[in-house]
């Protein structure tokens, strides 16, 4: 059974780092990109960037280049993505999926709170 | 590409059909484009990929339609469970971006 399981959620203040995880299981992990998306409270999706674990190949939204980063572990199975700075327009919620053709499954999200 | 869904929101009855449109500002190419449905604090499920093909236990009142720059979402007949958040997203050219939404609510 494919399963893309994030890490707990997360409440930091402006201006520390963070980086969330993504572990998948039951598929060939290196050879699916995994993307990550954006939720802010009450508002729709976003589409931040996305990584092929098998080279790491890494493509980001304009939008979010330079404000995150996305990373991978094939040797675990895991995605991340990292904040150096957060900011409170951070707070979302934010989940993984992997994507063959869109994204067909997808993690349960990790909801960031960046508050003082 | 920036998608426009539409309507904003559709009020419906259950076992009314309905249908969302998605219009891209240009061509998504060859078809990358994939509707998901999202119900409050679900992560979206992937209902149609390559404009027109279902997703794994997606039932058949679900079906996707277009090319090009527009696409549609049809819901043969509404059953309660189908009113929640309706995205649409194009996977042909980085970045992979979302429309913004269509809300499907009980009339």
């Known amino acids: 059974e494919v399963q893309l399981v994030q890490s707990g959620a997360e409440v930091k203040k402006p201006g520390e780092s963070l980086k969330i995880s993504c572990k998948g299981s039951?598929?060939?992990?290196?050879?699916?990109?995994i993307g990550w998306v954006r939720q802010m409270p009450g508002k729709g999706l976003e589409w931040m960037g996305i990584?092929?674990?098998?080279?790491?190949?890494?493509r980001y939204n304009p939008s979010f280049q330079g404000q995150v980063t996305i990373s991978a572990d094939k040797s675990i199975t895991t995605a991340y993505l990292q904040w150096s700075s957060l900011k409170a327009s951070d707070t979302a919620m934010y989940y993984c999926?992997?994507?063959?053709?869109?994204?067909?499954?997808w993690g349960q999200g990790t909801l960031v709170t960046v508050s003082s | 590409i920036v998608l426009t869904q539409s309507p904003g929101t559709l009020s419906l009855s259950p076992g009314e059909r309905a249908t969302l449109s998605c219009r891209a500002s240009?061509?998504?190419?060859?078809?990358?484009l994939a509707w998901y449905q999202q119900k409050p604090g679900q992560a979206p499920r992937l209902l149609i990929y390559?404009?027109?093909s279902r997703a794994t236990g997606i039932p058949d009142r679900f079906s996707g339609s277009g090319s090009g720059t527009d696409f549609t979402l049809t819901i043969s007949r509404l059953e309660p469970e189908d009113f929640a958040v309706y995205y649409c997203?194009?996977?042909?050219?980085?970045?992979?971006?979302f429309g913004q939404g269509t809300k499907l609510e009980i009339k």
């Open positions: 999926a992997r994507r063959p053709n869109g994204f067909d499954y």
């Open positions: 039951g598929y060939s992990f290196s050879s699916y990109w």
């Open positions: 990584i092929y674990p098998g080279d790491s190949e890494t």
């Open positions: 240009q061509s998504a190419g060859s078809s990358y």
């Open positions: 390559g404009a027109s």
């Open positions: 997203q194009q996977y042909g050219s980085s970045p992979h971006t």
